[in-house]
């Protein structure tokens, strides 16, 4: 490898790394159900179902949105908003669930958080019914990696998956720690009615940002 193409490939590998962690950062539902995954569970070890679901879902969305989907999307009107609107929806209906869920407390309640099966099932939904999730993806991850090709891309695309995978064990870690801290189950109870109300603030935002009157 030359000087100039192994700084190539480095330039490709930041802006994959800073573009996903200017995506990923903001609080999402993707975000806010990881950590209370790891802040319900009795062991850090049970949340996996729900990591690598999650990951797992963002990495089969980048792929997709750097081998062409990208362009389907974006380019047909009618296909955007069917998914915005479904979307919209779909976020108002996880809000419900989430404002009516009940904490589970480790060390008090049979079992602490969901089950595999269930975690499996709800990071799924989010990840891939979220549009948010798949226009950042699609639109915004999957329209930069046009700019590069042969072994670029593939630095570009693997450093975009690399940063999701690593933020959701994150999150798992930093839920585990807050919820050790709270042995009455008080701060999940706020933790959940403030996740079911941002859930919905952003329903609501996106159906606004593209439905503006």
């Not at 062409?68 to 669930?97: E, P």
């Not at 404002?99 to 975690?119: E, F």
Request: glycine share 10%; with cysteine.
């Amino acid at each position: 490898m030359t000087f100039i193409s192994a700084v190539a490939g480095g330039g490709a590998m930041w802006h994959g790394v800073f573009l996903s962690l200017g995506l990923i950062l903001p609080l999402g539902v993707q975000n806010v159900f990881i950590f209370q995954q790891g802040a319900y569970q009795k062991r850090l070890w049970r949340v996996l179902p729900a990591v690598l679901t999650a990951a797992l879902c963002d990495t089969l969305l980048i792929t997709l949105a750097v081998t062409g989907v990208s362009v389907i999307v974006m380019d047909h009107v009618w296909l955007k908003s069917l998914l915005m609107g479904a979307g919209t929806l779909f976020l108002l209906y996880m809000g419900w669930i989430t404002w009516n869920s009940k904490p589970r407390i480790p060390g008090k309640d049979g079992q602490a958080g969901y089950s595999a099966r269930h975690q499996i099932a709800f990071a799924a939904s989010v990840s891939l019914l979220n549009p948010h999730a798949i226009l950042d993806t699609v639109g915004v991850i999957g329209t930069s990696s046009l700019q590069y090709a042969g072994t670029d891309r593939y630095v570009f695309v693997l450093s975009c998956i690399a940063v999701s995978w690593a933020w959701f064990a994150l999150l798992a870690l930093a839920g585990r720690w807050a919820g050790s801290l709270d042995a009455t189950g008080g701060l999940l109870v706020w933790l959940i009615r403030l996740s079911a109300v941002f859930i919905w603030i952003v329903a609501f935002t996106l159906l606004y940002s593209f439905y503006p009157g």
